[in-house]
């Protein structure tokens, strides 16, 4: 055994091993790495899957449903959609319906609650109720990045400088939701010499969820109106109502 072998503890058999890097190393064994450029496309044929064994899965027989060949036979199927060619190449419509359909559906909340109402408006957040899933994203800590200022609780005196310097920060468009009765109206403190009666007296309100407290279906309720408004606002779609609606009757 060699003084090398000893040294860096390996076998006999490693003995004049050089590293990878190493200036020893034969041109040939650095491998080139071949084009990876697209050739041709892979086609999947459009068939159904069967088994190879007859006893599993009626495999071997002739399948009931054929009007998969059919497709394939008609070249108005073979074309290539990937791209959506064809009839949806071009979409007539306005910048602004665009923008008010995208913005009705990611409102982006911001992360303020006043009172108890507050509390219900966590819930509406949570796993059990999930406002997420009717396009009602998860609250913003920052109103720089909020469209919706939901007043969840009463607004004092005091805490009306800091809400509307909050409201001020958010940038257009904007919308405010009042929650709850002493957000709406001063509630059960109306008439106190530190409270706010009503919260559209420091800044504009959009919708309007009464209740002491409102549940959290309410809220959402509401979320789904102030939708309704943004989709309706520049008069597009006005027969296509958001959520569940009051009948004509009533």
Known sequence: MSKRTKASGGTPDETGAVGSDGSGNAAAAIAVRPSSALIEPIVVPNTLWQSVDPAA???GQESEITHLAAHDNDPAFRRDDARWSG????IPTKADVVLDLI???SLWPL???????????MSAAT??????RFGMFPFRASPRQADVLIVAGTLTTKMAGPLVRLWEQMPEPKWCVAMGDCTCSGGRYKRSYSTIEGIDRVMPVDVYVPGCPPRPEGL?????????LIKDRRGHWPDRPI???VPSEV
């Open 127 to 132: 796993s059990r109720h999930d406002m997420d």
């Open 57 to 59: 899965y009626a495999g």
């Open 243 to 245: 959520g569940p609606t």
């Open 220 to 228: 959402i309720y509401g979320m789904m109106k102030l939708q309704q």
């Open 87 to 90: 009839a949806l190449e071009v």
């Open 103 to 105: 913005r009705a559906n």
């Open 111 to 121: 992360l303020s609650g006043l009172a108890c109402c507050a509390i219900e408006m």
